[in-house]
């Protein structure tokens, strides 16, 4: 007996008006559907979280477009495999290529594609869960167009639900109720595949009659149950925790919701990054080796993955955690901001400004600039600041070892301009 594809490919779309979500690019009169109807798609980039609908919109242009259609995942194809399509390519016409998870390609694979794409041997369809502006090179991304694809929300989710309970040839058979859906929603964090996948565990487990119960889900999907959605309010939760125990000064809690999000399949790049963003933002110049720390751990997470990466990330989180603290960079930052939004683009003082040309000089650019290595402490108490705002002080050091020394420093220096 031949064994059922998973339900979520039994219901994989084969047009685009039996697509669930993505309006915005697949509704009447959108840009997609209007290029695909039209016959004529750019090489494009398709972002968007897991299960929306990526790898089916790319189907979907093949189909309706009737055109040759070659598929390779840069999770197992490298440089090799793309110079044989694109040789296929060659003896075609109107050829797609499509690169599932495009941003795992490096620079070197990436820029195999660029002569096919330039010169239209292949249109590219890439599609990747990473932000492409950084995972995909500029020459790359100059080439195609980028369509940004929306997490499904409630009302998609449960109308893919109830399609698939009325219309599947196995589903349909059976008595289900759909009775409570925010578990098995919740569960498959907004991804299409996992939600339907789950549903069929579901009715599986519970045979002819089902009644579908948040209670039920949970029971039967309890060993996958971390209640961690990647794009709702646990996700929001955790991170927030995590990030707050670092600046909290506690390692103990840090590593907890950090196993947390580690458990709940959390995307490295994601706890790297904030991490990152924590050493400047909550440490800064108490510690400036908090920065460097947590640019090693990013570039290293990104090399190894997980499962490895977790040591390198519980390192990370302990030494940020351990580390004195300081949030005067960030302070300073925002006064400075609201300073110019305030004040506009006020004049340079023309003793600071360059003086390239003699015009320049005769309308006393440069004039009476004071070169600081020419004084005492290599430091001359000249203003730098424009006449509106002189005086200002938008950095105050933090009260901590380094900063204090900082701040006895400053003090020395400019004596009582600066109040510190």
Partial sequence: ??????????????????????????????????????????????????????????????????????????????????????????????????????????????????????????????????????????????????????????????????HAINNDAVLKTKKITLKETEAIITISGGDARKLLNLLELVTDALGNKAVITDEMVMQVAQQRIALYDKKGEQHYDIISAFIKSIRGSDPNAAVYYLARMIEAGEDVKFIARRMLILASEDIGNANP?????????????????????????????????????????????????????????????????????KLMKNEGYGKGYEYSHNYENNFSPQEYLPAAISGTAFFEPGKNAREEELRKFLKALWKEKYKY
């Fill in 1 to 162: 007996m031949t064994s059922l594809p998973p339900l979520a490919e039994r219901l994989r779309p084969t047009t685009l008006d039996e697509l669930v979500g993505q309006q915005h690019l697949t509704g009447k009169g959108s840009i997609l559907r209007t290029a695909i109807e039209h016959g004529k798609i750019p090489s494009m980039i398709l972002w968007g979280p897991p299960g929306v609908g990526k790898t089916t919109i790319a189907n979907i242009i093949a189909q309706t477009l009737q055109v040759p259609f070659y598929t390779l995942s840069a999770i197992s194809s490298g440089v090799k495999e793309v110079r044989e399509v694109i040789e296929l390519a060659k003896k075609q016409n109107n050829v797609i290529l499509f690169i599932d998870e495009i941003h795992r390609f490096n620079k070197g694979q990436q820029d195999a594609l660029l002569g096919a794409v330039e010169k239209g041997i292949i249109t590219l369809i890439g599609a990747t869960t990473e932000n492409p502006s950084f995972e995909v090179n500029s020459a790359l991304l100059s080439r195609t167009q980028v369509y940004i694809l929306k997490a499904l929300d409630k009302k998609d989710l449960v109308a893919l639900l109830n």
């Fill in 289 to 357: 080796n908090a920065l460097l720390l947590a640019n090693a751990t990013f570039d290293a997470v990104n090399k190894i993955g997980y499962p490895e990466s977790q040591l390198i990330l519980s390192q990370c989180a302990i030494y940020l955690a351990s580390s004195a603290k300081s949030n005067a960079a960030t302070v300073a930052i925002g006064a400075a901001m609201s300073a110019v939004k305030q004040h506009g683009d006020l004049p340079v003082p023309l003793h600071i400004r360059n003086a390239p040309t």
